[in-house]
């Protein structure tokens, strides 16, 4: 496979690699200049925009070719850190008929699927490190927190510590001035909840009782 890659470079004038690489033009009828594509090396934050370029070049430059062809080529440009192994995989796999792609569209996407986990992990863990109680119930603020959580792969203990530093400053300081300290996330969640259960239930008999007593002594102020 590695050796096709590179007779079909050397057929349409390209080079994989340094800085006078070309891609090959194997529709020569478009003569539509289309900007160099980036060797891929696996940089997660880097798959987007490489998936963007490719589709651009294959239908401005590479209509004609077959679907090998334009595997092949967008295969030319992912080289070196931790795309070389996968590369290799899946060129043995070609090879041996293991899978074969009906259109390039579909590698595309298998090559995103490979490489975007680092880049969706750094955005749930900044959208974890954003999430904040506010106004919100705790029951709403546990299922928010859940949902940026599971995409994180954050471990246990830096999962509580960003819950904790996410909730209102009251609950948070009723559960770590409590005699035992919750030993895991699930602790925290429901005990968070409960206090915060606790607090606003708490709140709405206060208000009925204010209310109680303020028609209380308009009452009285009425009969004097």
């Known amino acids: ?6 007779a079909l470079l050397a057929v349409t004038g390209g080079r994989a690699g ?7 033009e194997v529709n020569r009828g478009y003569q539509m200049e289309v900007a160099k594509l980036a060797i891929f090396s696996g940089e997660a934050g880097k798959v ?3 998936i963007i370029a490719c589709r651009l070049y294959l239908r ?3 209509r004609e070719a077959t679907v090998e062809e334009q595997v092949q080529w967008v295969l030319s440009y ?39 986990g680092g880049e969706e992990e750094s955005v749930k863990a900044a959208e974890l490190r954003k999430l904040e109680q506010g106004g919100i119930t705790m029951e709403e603020f546990v299922q928010e927190f859940k949902r940026a959580a599971r995409g994180s792969r954050y471990e246990e203990r830096l999962l509580m510590e960003e819950f904790k530093r996410g909730i209102n400053r009251g609950i948070r300081r009723k559960l770590m001035e409590a005699k035992n300290l919750p030993a895991s996330i699930e602790q925290w969640y429901k005990r968070a909840m409960v206090l915060d259960r606790n607090w606003r239930e708490s709140r709405k008999e206060e208000e009925r009782l204010r209310g109680k007593k303020e028609i209380g002594e308009g009452t009285q102020k009425q009969e004097k």
């Open 1 to 6: 496979m590695q050796a096709q890659i590179q």
């Open 78 to 116: 992912v080289q070196g850190g931790l795309a070389d192994v996968w590369k290799e995989n899946v060129m043995e796999e070609l090879e041996a008929g293991e899978i074969e792609y009906k259109i390039a569209e579909k590698f595309l996407m298998s090559l995103r699927k490979e490489f975007r």
């Open 60 to 62: 401005m430059k590479m």
């Open 48 to 50: 987007g925009g490489l």
């Open 18 to 24: 340094g800085e006078e690489r070309t891609a090959p």
